[in-house]
């Protein structure tokens, strides 16, 4: 089979499937008798399994099935959830992940050795890394030959005959297998279905009755599902995978059935497992839901957390969504750019040439280009909660590592970015993350003598603020101390003894964003060298964004960073300074005023206005740029920016108004030039750099 064009599925959903793995398993460790959480999780690795298998990638399907045979023994209680086994099942998933990314970036899935983990899994099953079951009848049971298998009686009763040629089969080393197949509920020729999974069992094995009888499966006699009777020397893995693979097939359950299990009424199953299927229907997955604004991630139970059943509410909607190609809404974007653009050059034709019908033309063309450019901008919105799922598990990790006690609060996760803002925000945010675990809360007895509570608490939030969105990573730990941050600014030779006395204890605070500062008194994994902060600073204003923290001793700190929604179209004030054009985005800025040149006074050598009782430095784009410039005219015009807590007036000869602006990259021969954040084409059809205002304000 060509697998190539089916490769941007499987990662697509590889990486998918081992979300849910994780957020399954952390589920699984603070509430171990969730059955419904282990069944979420057996069927997550068996679906990645199947694909792997069928995509031709063995190393992952034997990690997966081996996976597969441990949760089926935990499912049926005859293995019980333990640490061992959590962090075996969490050392497997980052190994599939590694394998994974690997085969994304074009090398083998064997570059990463598993046969340690497969050993591992192998012991667990023999009961040598778990502890023996609660009753003797489970202690006594051995695992499955597949995961898939439940019991050795059949739920229908068999034949005289059926029993025989099962007990036969067996002697020649063969089993009888009982086989349910449900088509999904979409098919429309069931008999088709019905008949290709016939043919394909055929191939593997001898079908001894059906039930319906074949005649009926012929007519479509039957609802969405039917029974197999088989002998076969396949094993079941196999038997259900050839079944999975032929379309409109929503599961397939398989029991091994023993010659000696058949009475004339055999008993009832064990309670049947969640069918092991592709997910193909759309009937949502029944799961506890605990208050939906939590992902608890403790370190007394090794950063386990109880989850919302996002994979429910996914299935819900399965038939009213597609996945589209990025490239495609990239595409999609910057058609929607380039119409933005001719509809204004269209407006400056009109108002130059005065045509009424054009203009009236244009009104409505304005309503539906503005209506288009939002659902573009929807399409390309996407939840946080892209990013904020991958860090409960780091909070786990890093939290045992730390041996601290640490409970992660997720809220918000709903809340939409922009995809381009969503790609650069990850690393961001867990550099934050770790800093409030390293250096923020402190260790459990340590809490316990400030009379705090042993857990501490980290929240992670995410909330729409206007036309920004805004990310809070808090923690009630033991703060920043400015008096600290004071002392290690001197050591380190960043200010004199003299500039940090003069400082309040928030600018103090903000110390820690400058690059190479860290208060760790030793280098960790995690922390101490002084990197992470100001890599925050940097990427969040490359973004347009700005970051800050407000922090109280003792009580704990709120790290606050501001984005916009969106980095392709935004509003922005256009100005003139000589012959060219700028743009400076609408977002920063504060306020435009008229002035005249003795209004300007100096302080310290230093151009600056006084507004309403501030006082605002002046940035002459003249002088920044080295643009040539003759001024004629006394009157000067000045946009006051600001980006976080630093302002300044820019001074330019003229104010052009407001304007819709599409940003377009300068490209990698321009990418030095830190005072602009793109370019934009004009209606006439000029280019108007866009100001970035951090950088000139820095």
Request: proline share 4%; charged share 25%; glycine share 6%.
């Amino acid at each position: 089979m060509e697998t190539n064009q089916y490769m941007d599925m499987f990662l697509d959903e590889s990486h998918e499937h081992l979300q849910s793995l994780n957020d399954g398993l952390l589920g699984l460790e603070d509430n171990a008798e969730d059955l419904s959480i282990l069944n979420e999780i057996f069927r997550n690795a068996h679906t990645l399994k199947g694909m792997s298998a069928t995509m031709g990638y063995n190393k992952i399907a034997e990690l997966t099935h081996e996976m597969e045979d441990v949760l089926d023994m935990l499912r049926k209680e005859q293995l019980k959830v333990t640490g061992d086994i959590i962090d075996t099942l969490f050392k497997c998933i980052d190994s599939l992940e590694q394998m994974i990314n690997n085969i994304a970036n074009g090398d083998p899935e064997d570059l990463i050795d598993v046969s340690d983990l497969v050993a591992k899994l192998s012991g667990i099953l023999r009961g040598e890394a778990a502890p023996a079951p609660a009753d003797t009848a489970s202690s006594t049971a051995q695992p499955a030959t597949d995961s898939s298998s439940t019991d050795s009686s059949a739920p229908v009763t068999l034949t005289d005959t059926e029993k025989n040629l099962i007990g036969e089969a067996e002697k020649r080393g063969m089993h009888g297998l009982y086989l349910k197949v449900t088509l999904a509920e979409s098919c429309l020729l069931k008999s088709a279905r019905s008949y290709m999974v016939m043919n394909a069992l055929e191939e593997l094995s001898e079908v001894i009755r059906t039930i319906p009888p074949a005649e009926d499966l012929e007519q479509e006699a039957f609802e969405r599902s039917f029974e197999v009777i088989l002998i076969t020397a396949a094993e079941e893995h196999q038997i259900q995978e050839a079944v999975i693979a032929i379309s409109e097939i929503d599961s397939a359950e398989v029991q091994v059935i023993r010659s000696q299990a058949g009475n004339e009424s055999a008993p009832a199953p064990a309670p049947t497992p969640a069918p092991v299927t592709e997910q193909k229907s759309t009937s949502p997955v029944t799961t506890p839901t605990p208050a939906p604004v939590q992902k608890s991630s403790s370190a007394s139970n090794k950063g386990g957390g109880s989850q919302q059943s996002a994979t429910a509410q996914k299935k819900s909607h399965a038939g009213q969504s597609v996945r589209v190609d990025i490239e495609k809404l990239d595409t999609l974007m910057n058609l929607m750019g380039e119409l933005v653009i001719n509809k204004v050059r269209l407006e400056q034709i009109g108002q130059t040439h005065r045509l009424r019908e054009l203009t009236e033309t244009l009104e409505q063309m304005d309503r539906v280009t503005t209506d288009l450019q939002n659902i573009v901008m929807k399409v390309r919105m996407v939840p946080v909660s892209q990013v904020f799922n991958r860090f409960p598990r780091m909070v786990r990790d890093v939290t045992k590592e730390l041996n601290k006690e640490i409970n992660l609060t997720i809220e918000g996760e709903e809340t939409e970015l922009d995809r381009t803002v969503i790609d650069e925000i990850g690393d961001p945010i867990m550099h934050l993350l770790r800093n409030s675990l390293d250096h923020g809360i402190e260790m459990p007895d340590e809490r316990e003598a400030k009379g705090k509570p042993r857990v501490g608490e980290v929240g992670l939030i995410a909330r729409h603020e206007g036309n920004n969105v805004v990310i809070m990573v808090t923690d009630d730990g033991k703060g920043i101390d400015p008096d600290v941050i004071r002392r290690k600014a001197v050591e380190k030779g960043l200010f004199s003894q003299d500039e940090v006395d003069q400082m309040d204890d928030a600018d103090a605070v903000r110390i820690v964003f400058l690059p190479g500062f860290s208060t760790a008194e030793k280098i960790s994994d995690i922390s101490g060298r002084g990197v992470g902060m100001d890599v925050v600073k940097s990427k969040i204003e490359s973004l347009s964004g700005q970051v800050d923290v407000e922090t109280h001793v003792n009580e704990g700190s709120v790290f606050k960073i501001k984005l916009p929604l969106t980095l392709a179209i935004i509003q922005a004030m256009l100005v003139q300074v000589q012959n060219e054009m700028y743009a400076i985005p609408l977002a920063s800025i504060d306020s435009t005023l008229s002035v005249q040149p003795n209004d300007i006074r100096t302080v310290q050598s230093n151009e600056v206005i006084v507004l309403r009782g501030e006082i605002i430095p002046i940035i002459r784009i003249e002088e920044t740029l080295m643009v040539p410039h003759m001024r004629d005219t006394q009157e000067l015009f000045v946009v006051v920016v600001h980006a976080g807590d630093s302002k300044a007036g820019i001074v330019v000869d003229k104010l052009i108004g407001q304007q819709e602006i599409v940003i377009k990259t300068l490209g990698n021969l321009f990418m030095g030039l830190k005072m602009f954040s793109g370019a934009t084409v004009l209606g006439d059809g000029r280019v108007a750099l866009i100001l970035d205002v951090a950088t000139m304000l820095n």
